[in-house]
Each structure stands twice: as C-alpha cells, then as structure tokens.
C-alpha cells in the first residue's frame, strides 16, 4: 500500500453512515458496463478541475478462508508492486527472482510444517520461534534474503507512485475492509488517460514483487495496529467471539500464522478469482467528457479478459441463543463495548436502526449527556450502527471516569436502552438526529473524492443507488420504528458484552483532547498510527505523507478535522527531530 498512514482517515470516512442531504436532487450517476463485464460508475462535474478516479474489487475478508486469511489485504499491498514496465530495470532477471525465492520459500514452508506437528506433540512451543531453529532453515533464510537483497538492486522505488506525481496527481492510496478492497486517486483533468492506463495495467499484467518480504511489512502493521494497542488483541479476540459462523469473525489484516504460510501459488488463484472484471467497479468523479471516458474504459480496461464469477460468502451468521461476554485486563482506562447483532445492508431495519444509534451518540446524544455530563461516570461514551454486507451490528462504548468500573458503565448504558424502549422519544430529538446525519452527509458529498469512495463502497456492498434512496426511507423512520428494532434487537441472548479493566502496576495511555470524539475503535487505531510516526526514522517517507495529508484534511468533514490536524502536527514534529538528507544524525 501507498501511504499507511492514510489509510485510516479514508477508512473511517469511507466506513462511517453517510448520506445525501434531504431535500436535495439525487446525484446524476451514469452506469455502463464494458465488454468484459467490468462496470463503471461516472458523475460528469463540469466545475472541477481534476477527476477522482477509482476502482473497487469486490473481495475482503469475508471471502477468505482459514489457511489465507488476510489475503485481501495482503493484495491491497501487492498492487503498487508494478508490472514488467513499471517498478524494475530488468523485467526477466525480475522473474526468473521470483521463482527462485518460490523455490525457496516451499522449502521453508516444509520446515514450518514439521514444527507445527512438533508443537502439536509438545516437543517445542511455537512453531514460529526463532530458538532451536534446525539449520537448515537459517541456511535458507539466508539464502532467501540474498534473493531479495538482489531483487531491490533491480527495483526502481515507488516508480508508480513517481509516475502520478510528476503528472500532478495526488492522494493515491488503498484500503481494505471485510466486504471490499478499494483503490482511488485524483488526477488532473487533462492526464484521465493516464489512469485509464496506470490503473488497467497493474490489473492485466501484475508482477508480485517481493511477496514473501512484503509479508513482513505485514507483520509488522499487524504489530502496530493491532499487538501495539492497549486493547488490540483483545478487540481482536471479542471480534472473533461475537460472530459465532461468520467469516467477519477474523480481522481484515489475518492471522499470524497465515501470514507465515500462504503461497504466491496461493494469492495467484485469489487474484484469478477475485480481480477478475466481472467482480470489479471502476469509478470517475470530476471534469471528463463521458463519451471519452467511455471509449478509454474500453480501450483500457476492455483488454482485461472475462473470468467466471466470484463466489459468493454463503456461510451466514447463526441465529444468536446465548449472551457472551468477555473480560480482559490491560494497560488502558477502565472501559466497556456491548454489542448487538444487527442486519445487513439495505434491510429495512437498517434506517431505523441508524437513527436509533444517532439517538444515542455524539455530544449531544444520550450516552453522553447522561454519562459523561450528567453522572460523570465516563470520559467518553457513544454509538455506531455498521451495516455490512451480509450481517450488521450496534456497538456500544464508554471509557470510565474516577472510580466508575465496567460494571458501573455497563448498568448506565442498559438504563439507556430501557428508556427507548419505555418512554416516548421526543419528536424534535429525532428530527435532530435526521438533521445532524443529513448536514454531515451533504458536505461528503459536496467532496468529490469522498462521492467517489462512497459510489465505491455501496457498490461493493450491494447497491451504489443506496446515494440517492437512503434518504426517503431514513426521513420515514417513526417512533414507532425505533421501539420495534430496539425491541427485536436489544436483548440479552443477542448481546456480547467486553469488560476492560486496568491491569495492575500500569497507567493507561493518555489520549489527546484532539481525538476524544472519535469512536473508540478509531480511536486507538489512530493512536497506533502516531506511534508508527514517531518510531519511523524516514524523513522522505513522513514528508511524502505530509504532502498527501493537506489533500485529504482539505477534503475531510467537520467531524474528523481535528483529529487529522492533530496527526499532521505530529507528522511535522518527527520530521523536525530527524537529520535531513546528507546530514549525520546526531
């Protein structure tokens, strides 16, 4: 992937209930399909003067299964590797590497598989250590590391990134989710067939470079996002506990000992599978001529040769019968996560459901009212409602204030719920709650990078006209409505509840006033990315990103501004703390 950093502010904003602004006229999408089946979205903007321009492979991590989990991901990084143009000086001593560390790499994993029947008869404790290795393996590992060190000679760094920039582009990234893989950028006006190019390429001719070593910087995100957060492993664990059947229940960035094993032969097949132009959604936003672009979608994208169709996820989530709960300890303030199954996206219930959460969060919702103004018992509490693909959840948070426990949160968020359920709901607390939704809404979509990535993703999940019908059908959402999803879905049998309580002899994490607003999860996810910052000792790498950033804070909502600045300032402090270029550190 281009830029990590940047991932989580496309995410957050990709992934968080937007919608068009009520009252407005529905946004004018053309849709056409190619030859070859792959489909594209357009929305003509004569008032710019760039193109956002993107693309969506219909695969995350629901689609994995045990053995390759993590897979997508693992190709979100893959895709800026190049292909025999782009990325190397000698395409054939290129790919004669590449199958030489294959060589190696099958031996490697033939040592791993006797270590994992070793572990498993309890002659050793990991099969993955670094102690007792036979050595044979450090043999190949040497071997292995020669062939990469050789490979970078060849390699021409970050070429398809170069190439964008010195034709004015800017943003290019990537991100993965359960249910898509989406890649953007934004181009001047004047270069759109270059990305008909750049981006039709990559996908007809790839070249997996450094695969194996490109696992490792894998690790080590996992590392950082996940291993390196107070409550990482343990929000990893409660994943996993809360959907009992369904693929959702591995994370998006896949289990370490898969990490360790799947093959290029592998991710070769998930690629003829998944990156095939039937499961794939091209997208442009921004000042183009539509005939042209469609003649350049042909004459590009139309090269890609049809596949069969991708599977569809057909393991569902078992009707939940029994409450979970899960109890950790950790070096975090005291906190609580209930969460409720839910539906998919589209259902009916999803509106419903969206205003009830928007009832309950935000600064002027009532878990924070309640909690944190009024009972002082939480620094922060809210709510989200996430529908996916193919099931949906509620997860409610609150992070304890003084002396207030888990239990202590847990009791004041269930009064809450029975307080929809038992009393009237206001009617202007729900017009606040469609008001606040719709006005954030309208100020994405006024982006149009942020439309391009929502056409992107409603497409993956089902439905990219989700745009322009959310509306009407939020705006009929009663108080009778939210009483009966309450009703159906707040009850003891459909609920996972996680305590977090502070481990002994350790002080939680201080976290800056700049990122309380955000939703817990975010929240440590965006302290994991400032830790990356300050650990990097790349100069050139943290400007690349700090150019990158002023794009994308400029195309932020409200709501995640201060967050974003708060990252940039610390962008900006490592770079100051690092020698530059030619000077000794000292």
Not at 278 to 287: D, E, F, I, R, W
Request: charged share 25%.
């Amino acid at each position: 992937m281009k830029v990590p950093i940047l991932r989580l502010a496309a995410l957050a904003l990709a992934l968080a209930t937007p919608a068009p602004l009520f009252g407005q006229a529905a946004v004018p999408v053309e849709e056409f399909t190619l030859s070859n089946g792959m489909r594209f979205l357009a929305v003509v903007r004569p008032e710019m003067t760039t193109v956002s321009a993107g693309w969506a492979a219909h695969v995350g991590s629901a689609n994995e299964r045990p053995g390759i989990t993590g897979m997508s991901h693992f190709f979100e990084h893959m895709m800026f590797k190049g292909t025999p143009t782009v990325g190397t000086t000698d395409a054939e001593r290129d790919q004669a590497i590449i199958e030489e560390q294959e060589a190696v790499q099958e031996k490697i994993r033939a040592i791993y598989r006797d270590r994992r029947e070793a572990a498993r008869l309890g002659e050793i404790d990991d099969p993955f250590g670094q102690e007792e290795l036979p050595e044979e393996f450090v043999a190949l590992r040497e071997e292995f590391d020669a062939l990469v060190e050789e490979q970078r000679t060849l390699m021409v760094k970050d070429e398809f990134d170069r190439i964008y920039t010195e034709a004015g582009a800017t943003g290019m990234n990537a991100f993965t989710s359960h249910d898509q893989t989406v890649y953007f950028i934004t181009v001047p006006q004047n270069r759109l067939e270059l990305w008909f190019w750049m981006e039709s390429e990559r996908l007809l001719r790839p070249v997996f470079r450094e695969f194996y070593a490109e696992r490792d910087v894998v690790h080590e995100e996992r590392r950082l996002r996940t291993e390196s957060t107070p409550t990482g492993e343990f929000d990893e664990a409660f994943e996993a506990m809360f959907w009992q059947s369904h693929p959702y229940s591995w994370p998006v960035i896949g289990w370490p000992s898969d990490l360790r094993v799947f093959t290029l032969a592998q991710a070769e097949e998930f690629y003829d599978t998944y990156y095939a132009p039937g499961n794939l959604t091209g997208a442009l936003v921004g000042n183009f001529d539509l005939d042209e672009a469609k003649a350049l979608a042909e004459k590009y994208f139309g090269r890609l040769a049809p596949g069969a169709e991708a599977p569809d996820v057909v393991t569902l989530e078992m009707e939940a019968n029994a409450g979970k709960r899960l109890d950790a300890s950790c070096d975090c303030q005291p906190q609580v996560a209930i969460r409720f199954h839910t539906v998919p996206f589209r259902h009916r219930d999803q509106y419903a459901l969206d205003v009830l959460a928007g009832l309950l969060n935000g600064r002027t919702g009532r878990l924070y009212k309640t909690m944190v103004l009024g009972d002082e018992i939480a620094s922060s509490a809210a709510a989200f409602q996430q529908n996916r693909k193919w099931a949906g959840l509620i997860e409610i948070t609150a992070e304890a204030k003084g002396d207030a426990t888990p239990a202590v949160l847990e009791a004041a968020i269930e009064r809450e719920l029975r307080r929809i359920l038992e009393e009237p709901i206001p009617p202007e607390e729900i017009q606040k709650v469609k008001n606040q939704v719709s006005a954030a809404a309208w100020e994405r979509l006024d982006s149009g990078f942020f439309l391009l990535v929502q056409l992107l993703v409603y497409d993956s999940l089902g439905d990219w006209e989700y745009i322009n019908t959310w509306a009407d059908a939020t705006l009929a959402v009663t108080e009778e409505d939210i009483k009966r999803v309450a009703a159906r879905y707040f009850v003891p049998t459909n609920r996972a509840v996680a305590h977090y309580t502070r481990k002994a002899g350790t002080a939680a994490e201080e976290v800056p006033a700049e990122l309380a607003d955000l939703p817990g999860p975010v929240q440590q996810q965006v302290m994991a990315q400032i830790r990356q910052i300050r650990e990097s000792t790349d100069r050139a790498a943290l400007e690349g990103m700090l150019a990158q950033f002023g794009q994308m804070m400029g195309q932020a909502p409200p709501q995640m501004q201060g967050a974003l600045q708060y990252v940039e300032q610390v962008i900006r402090e490592r770079i100051a703390e690092l020698p530059e270029e030619g000077e000794d550190a000292r």
